[in-house]
């Protein structure tokens, strides 16, 4: 919400919008002694997010990556185990099925750390 009034506060103190807004609802600033610009209706808001909240949520991210990231690289090694096994007991399907699973444990970390950079980046823009 407070991003929504820092926003609309910018927006407001456009002269342009002003003077469109004046415009078109007859609103003049001398009928209101109390404002000077259209934006001085809307709060100037600077978004940030409370102290009580960042420190537990930021830790929740982190380890919400951490562990995804960490089970990555354990399918990673359980397919790796799967490939040798299957190689050296000739079971040409266990090898495929360990080849599989390392490139969705790949795929997996790639997305487990691009989908946290973007949370935690997009999370930092409320602070």
């Known amino acids: 919400m407070s991003q929504f009034l820092a926003t609309l506060n910018t927006v407001a103190a456009d002269p342009h919008w002003y003077a469109v807004a004046a415009g078109q609802h007859g609103y003049t600033v001398a009928a209101d002694p109390h404002l000077h ?6 709060p100037n808001v600077t978004p940030q997010m ?6 537990p949520v930021q830790s929740l991210l982190n380890w919400t990556a951490g562990l995804g990231l960490a089970g990555a690289v354990l ?49 930092n823009m409320g602070k």
């Open 37 to 42: 610009t259209l934006a001085d209706a809307v």
């Open 50 to 55: 409370p102290k009580d909240v960042d420190k």
């Open 75 to 123: 399918g990673g090694l359980l397919g790796w185990a799967a490939v040798a096994v299957g190689h050296n007991s000739e079971r040409a399907a266990l090898a495929a099925r360990g080849k599989q699973g390392i490139l969705w444990s790949l795929f997996g970390a790639g997305g487990i750390g691009v989908t946290a950079a973007l949370v935690t980046t997009f999370y």
